[in-house]
């Protein structure tokens, strides 16, 4: 099966830590501007604010919040830690519900050193214990498996079908997945496991990026689309078969952007959407 090209920008979002050096208000008026339909904020962008009203004028820029980044890390070798994660969970929840996100995507987690086994367990233990304040808020969890090379201290969710996994113990219609072709484009089991979420109806965001051969870092060295050996294209056409029909979202962490003009970066971040997702 061919997926087909996408024709135009109307399912487009940018995360904010993609143009990193741009504050809140500036890649308000930058992104809608361009063109951009959608934003996902990562928390650092809002603080100092009032979360309710960075909120308001996004939507009155015409932009559609899709998710707040991120919440999760709840693994701790001792229960103050866990519980400090747990408060730091909450409040990303409340902020989700006064930005008006109804997602909030969840970097899971890891200790250097304490069985993986044991982390997911806090991790699966974690979200349980914040289900409720997701009910009152009105706001989703997204488990976002990370590639394993972030297995020691970023997450020890790894693979979509532990994420699956996860969400089936759950059972919480709250509780689901995102996609993100740099952690997972490498798995065999990539499209029964996407399959198998939208058969759960837990498949709850996709986000693109590509993945550099050399890659020179492993945290702030991911590749534009196109630039990388990702089938983006492939991996999209998994994702809409399952019938999601939500934002393709560029999620970018590159200090090499970063250092370049963040408006030109905008632009070519269009040109390789339209051509290479
Ligand atoms: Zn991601």
Redesign the pocket.
């Known amino acids: 099966m061919t997926t087909e090209p996408l024709v135009d920008l109307s399912r487009l979002c940018v995360h904010t830590i993609t143009t990193k050096p741009w504050s809140i208000e500036e890649a308000t008026d930058r992104y809608a501007s361009a063109g951009v339909k959608g934003i996902t904020v990562w928390r650092d962008t809002l603080e100092g604010r009032n979360v309710a009203q960075v909120g308001q004028a996004l939507r009155n820029a015409g932009l559609e919040i899709v998710s707040l980044c991120r919440g999760g890390f709840f693994p701790a070798p001792d229960t103050a830690g866990r519980q400090k994660a747990i408060d730091d969970n909450l409040r990303a929840i409340d902020e989700a519900h006064d930005l008006g996100a109804p997602l909030i ?1 969840l970097v899971c987690g890891a200790v250097p050193g304490q069985p993986l086994e044991e982390s997911r367990k806090q991790i699966s233990d974690g979200i349980q214990t914040v289900l409720d304040r997701t009910d009152e808020a009105g706001v989703n969890l997204a488990i ?1 498996p990370l590639h394993p090379m972030y297995a020691d201290t970023r997450s020890a969710v790894n693979t979509l079908r532990q994420a699956n996994d996860m969400c089936e113990a759950i059972d919480s219609p709250r509780v689901g997945v ?1 996609v ?1 072709v ?1 952690h997972l484009w490498w798995d065999p089991e990539l499209e029964a496991e996407i399959a198998r979420a939208g058969r759960m109806k837990r498949l709850f965001a996709f ?1 693109v990026c590509d993945w550099k051969t050399p890659t020179l870092d492993m945290l702030n060295d991911r590749g534009l689309m196109g630039e990388g050996c990702i089938d983006i294209r492939q991996i999209r056409g998994w994702v809409e078969q399952t019938g999601f029909d939500g934002f393709n979202e560029v ?1 970018i962490f590159s200090t090499r952007y970063w250092n370049m003009d963040q408006a030109e970066f905008l632009e070519q971040i269009k040109d390789a959407y339209l051509q290479y997702v």
């Open positions: 995507v976002e995102a993100d740099y986000h999620e």
